[in-house]
């Protein structure tokens, strides 16, 4: 019923829900009351959080591919998705000139968001730290049991000690998760037997809400492979949430999320992300522009 209900985008062929932040927090909040039941074939709800690069990295890895798109929700999180959107439904080119005026369609979309023209796609976006601090709040208000699952950096421990300040009703549990290596299994012995503690206390503790923050697309690949054994109501992967919570990651000010300049803040404060931006902003677009030439050819019936 409710993948029915979402209106859904493909950007390079990877589903995405447009949707809004109210749906999101109305449906958590249903399958967590659900889950407080012990409903009978109860199953989790699944909310993941693409961005541009991790797209990139869903269309070379099948298995990230597969759990975004099963996910519940697969809520756009960066305005790069919302020129795609728009740049893949201009009207393609026709042959030979296709090769000038695709990066023209191109610029012209870029163009058009960096002026902050929201309507120019259908596509919702939800910025997936926003989201976390909604559930958080709704958590709160509801007295509900809350997991943090970070990495080594105790990313999860300091935004939970942060939160804690402010919200007095919720229950969390930050734990340190195992170190993964790129597939989202643990490195060695030592973290495998991390992980089957962490497993055993969060099924112990049976959290209406589960945040898992290893990044992409660890937590992804993690989570998909340990799903079918977690009892919670609701997982969502949050990527770098926990560090803006903290203060170890300061927020981009409001006139460069306006334009869709975030990418342009995080090279300032994080220089050693260079070349994630780099992928977001100039490889994305180019798979984008090559993607939509290689469909138009394959609908003409040309070979590339």
Known sequence: MLKNALNK???L?????????????????VKALLFEKRTPRFSPLVITTPNPEIILKAISIPKLHSFIDKSDFAVPDGVGLLLADFFLNLKSPKR???FLVLPFQMFYAAFLCLLNRKNISSLNLIKGRELFERLVFLANKKGWRVVFLGDKGESAQKAAAVLQ????KIKIFPFVGPVL??????????NERIESEVLESVNRIRPHFLFVGFGAPKQELWLDRNLPNLEVGVAMTVGGSFDYV???VKKPPKFLEKRGLEWLWRLVIQPKRVGRIFKAVVVFPLKLISWKARKKAIDRGVSL
């Not at 290596?181 to 060695?188: L, N, S």
Request: glycine share 10%; net charge positive.
């Open 246 to 248: 903290s203060g170890k």
């Open 181 to 190: 290596d790129g597939y989202g299994q643990p490195v060695g012995l030592e």
């Open 96 to 98: 030979p000139f296709s």
């Open 165 to 168: 300040k402010s919200y007095k």
């Open 13 to 29: 062929d990877v589903n995405l829900s447009s949707t809004s932040i109210n749906q999101v927090l109305r449906e958590s909040r």
């Open 9 to 11: 985008v493909k950007i």
